[in-house]
């Protein structure tokens, strides 16, 4: 499937019905033709943003693998997953990324596990020009709304950092991101936006290009800093990062690589090849979620604040409740009971993990699965080659790390009776 992501001015006065196109900032009169952040540029200009053509070609290539992630449905893959994507996005300085072709699209594999195609071409939206504001932050941080990226901002605060915190809007996250960036001294310079992608036709619901969007709202922010090659804290549990495969069955793209240190490496790999500069941290790829509770700096203003951020997968599923059995509850469900065993007051609509019932079975099987496969035949059988990617310095780390993960699975299971 062919995607095209253009300015409307560089947009084909006829669109092939085999190709699916997008407009930046500037909606089309074809109603075939889908929106990317419309609007989004008086916006930046009215808060003083005048990034560089290289921050902003990178701010259109991330919005315009979004738009091909959301656009093409896996089901019509001939394997029901895996599609062969024919991104073409118009820049202004394309001649510079038609170089990285190769290193972007590897990354991209990486990322969703798809088979990417990129073409560059001129002719795209020129950057913003506000009149710059004077910024006294120093760095970046994302902010989802999720608990790893709460204490990420509690702990940046507590080493005097002085974040730019960064969101994208949620319909579920976005008071609480408010809420957590005024709390942490970020208010006045917390930045929620949102990609604004929007299209007729079906939607592919796996999202596994998403971050892609998040990366870039967080380079764009960097432009605001006057220090020279900025950070941009990604805070996130080594174990979800690494995200291993519990069963044979969720390898690869199955399970999402959003923050995994290969995609993370190469993505620092080409960005100063691109012309921006900028520094990702990862200050907790070898700790574990309840590790990163247990030596949050700030201890009794996390205990106020934890219970109340958002982990589940399927949080719009159960009306905006915690499923309580999707992997990503039960780790943190788990990181809680390794941190204190009152300490959990979220909401739960599965408080025990065997209460799930067998059609909602499915993750906690799998992390039993997972929990008994190392106990009977060590890390390394469940592991496999998962830790390929990384140096053999770094390889016992996180083996280290992810042993210690499943520690504390193991310990909720045999808790709720699942083992």
């Keep these: 499937m062919k995607i095209l992501c253009s300015s409307l001015e560089s947009l084909p006065a006829s669109i092939p019905d085999n190709v699916k196109a997008f407009t930046f900032f500037e909606r089309s009169t074809d109603p075939k033709v889908g929106g990317i952040g419309n609007g989004w540029v008086r916006q930046l200009e009215n808060a003083g943003f005048s990034p560089s053509t290289a921050t902003w070609d990178f701010v259109l290539f991330a919005f315009a693998v ?65 009149n710059r504001v004077l910024c006294d932050r120093d760095c970046v941080a994302l902010l989802s709304g999720g608990l790893d990226s709460l204490i990420g901002g509690i702990d940046a605060t507590a080493q005097g950092k002085r974040p730019i915190f960064v969101s994208q809007l949620a319909h579920e996250d976005s008071e609480r991101q408010r809420a957590y960036a005024e709390m942490l001294g970020g208010g006045s310079w917390h930045q929620q936006w949102s990609h604004r992608i929007d299209f007729k036709g079906r939607r592919e619901p796996s999202t596994r290009g998403r971050s892609m969007a998040f ?130 007051r979220t909401t739960y609509r599965f408080g025990n993990v065997s209460s799930a019932g067998k059609s909602s079975a499915d993750d906690p099987m799998a992390v039993a699965v997972a929990v008994l496969t190392a106990r009977n035949g060590g890390i390394d059988k469940l592991l496999g080659a998962t830790l390929s990617f990384a140096s053999p310095t770094e390889r016992s780390s996180y083996r280290y790390m992810l042993e210690s993960g499943l520690g504390e699975l193991a310990s909720l299971l045999e808790r709720d009776g699942l083992l």
Excluded at 79 to 95: A, H, I, S
Excluded at 256 to 280: A, Y
């Design 215 to 344: 990366y870039a709202l967080a380079v764009l922010s960097a432009s605001l800093l006057s220090v020279p090659q900025p950070e941009i804290i990604v805070p996130e549990n080594g174990f979800i990062s690494v995200n291993p495969p519990l069963l044979p069955g969720r390898m690869a793209s199955l399970s999402t690589r959003t923050t995994h240190p290969l995609f993370m490496r190469q993505l620092q790999e080409v960005l100063p090849l691109l012309g921006v500069d900028v520094r990702l941290t990862m200050p907790y790829q070898f700790k574990t979620k309840g590790e990163m509770l247990a030596e949050c700096a700030d201890q009794d203003l996390l205990a106020e604040y934890a219970s109340n951020t958002t982990s589940c997968g399927r949080f719009r599923t159960y009306n905006r409740t915690h499923c309580g059995r999707c992997v990503p509850c039960i780790v943190r469900k788990a990181a809680f009971l390794r941190w204190g065993t009152n300490s959990d």
């Design 66 to 130: 979004c738009a091909a992630d959301f656009a093409v449905v896996r089901k019509t893959a001939a394997d029901g997953w895996t599609r062969q994507l024919k991104l073409e996005v118009t820049l202004n300085d394309p001649t510079l990324w038609s170089r990285e072709i190769p290193k972007l699209e590897s990354m991209l594999r990486t990322l969703t596990g798809d088979f990417w195609t990129l073409r560059f071409t001129d002719g795209g939206p020129t950057p913003p020009r506000g």
